[in-house]
């Protein structure tokens, strides 16, 4: 559990993978690992995802550090565990799902706004907090704003994050920033040109190592 969570800070970057099918998902999970992230997130919302998350753990094994999203669920947390997923992301706080994967000593993120929600999860035992959505909020300026009375507390950005802004979060005191569609480009994904994704993940991989003075 340790190391999935120092793997997810380390990299900076959890890519998260939301298309139409099981096939596109395994193919931009191979992209993104081309292009240098390791970790990856596929949501529930991705027809046949249980089976997407299996296929993923067999064909790339430790290689990848592989994520659930969009889990509202005790039951589908574990459902998702048992087919391979190391840690669990919700969008909303459901203690019932941090419960499920305190249980399993599965690293858990659960999806919070204010500072309340954002305190109740830590409380609760989450490993990292995800803000989300955290652009119609202020962006970094809102990052910065909680780190202030909350240092203690790592959040993950999420909704919004583009490569325009991604080392502006880092800057301002994010462990680790979630990007959706600015990285899994939905044209790049209908036109099975994932080359691009590939090339998007490194320019997140650059603009992180950039914002950590590593770049």
Known sequence: ????????????????????????????????????????????????????????????????????????????????????????????????????????????IPGALTPTEILTAWEAGSDLVKVFPIAQVGGPAYIRALRGPLPHIPLVPTGGVNLQNAGEFIKAGAAAIAAGGELVDKKAVAEKKFSVIAENARKFVAEVKKARGKG
């Open 1 to 108: 559990m340790k190391e999935v969570l120092a793997k997810i800070i380390d990299e900076g970057v959890v890519p998260v993978i939301r298309v139409a099918s099981a096939g596109e998902a395994f193919e931009v999970a191979k992209a993104i690992r081309e292009g240098g992230i390791s970790v990856v997130e596929v949501t529930m919302s991705v027809p046949g995802a249980l089976e997407v998350m299996k296929e993923v753990t067999q064909k790339f094994g430790k290689e990848v550090l592989l994520g659930a999203g969009t889990i509202l669920d005790p039951e589908t947390a574990r459902a998702a565990l048992l087919s391979g997923a190391q840690f669990i992301v919700t969008p909303t706080l459901n203690l019932d799902v941090i419960k499920m994967c305190k249980r399993y000593s599965a690293v858990v």
